[in-house]
Nanobody, 123 residues
Framework: QVQLVESGGGLVQAGGSLRLSCAAS????????MGWFRQAPGKEREFVTA????????YYADSVKGRFTISRDNARNTVYLQMNSLKPEDTAVYVC????????????????WGQGTQVTVSS
C-alpha cells in the first residue's frame, strides 16, 4: 500500500503561482511513477502531468505545458507540482497518484490516489 497526502492548494489570482506537494508513505516511493490529475466541478478527471520513478522522464498535458513543472525528491518521498501563470480554467481539485507505470498514469489510471487539494484561481 501507498498512502498519498497532498498539500499546498489555495486561492490565487490569475497569473500567480502555487506549489503543490504530495507526501508518500508505505511501499518504496522510488519504485513508483508519480502523477497529478485534476477534476473541476462537473467535469471528468483529467491527466495533468507525470514523472518516471527515476525522475528523468516527465509528461504534460498540452493545457499546462510550459506553465507547470513536476519534480520529485526520492529522499523525502515527495513529489511536487510547481504551477505558474495560473488561469481561472486551472481551478480544480488536484489529486496525486502513484503507479508502477508512467504509461498507465498518462492513460488516466493508477493504483493509488490521494484525497486531493483544492486550487482556485480568481480572474
Amino acid at each position: 500500500q501507498v498512502q498519498l497526502v497532498e498539500s499546498g492548494g489555495g486561492l490565487v489570482q490569475a497569473g500567480g503561482s502555487l506549489r503543490l506537494s504530495c507526501a508518500a508513505s508505505g511501499r518504496t516511493f522510488s519504485s513508483y511513477a508519480m502523477g497529478w490529475f485534476r477534476q473541476a466541478p462537473g467535469k471528468e478527471r483529467e491527466f495533468v502531468t507525470a514523472i518516471s520513478w527515476t525522475g528523468y522522464s516527465t509528461y504534460y498535458a498540452d493545457s499546462v505545458k510550459g506553465r507547470f513543472t513536476i519534480s520529485r525528491d526520492n529522499a523525502r518521498n515527495t513529489v511536487y507540482l510547481q504551477m505558474n501563470s495560473l488561469k481561472p480554467e486551472d481551478t480544480a481539485v488536484y489529486v496525486c497518484a502513484a503507479d508502477v507505470s508512467s504509461s498507465r498514469l498518462k492513460a488516466g489510471t493508477s493504483d493509488y490516489w490521494g484525497q486531493g487539494t483544492q486550487v482556485t484561481v480568481s480572474s
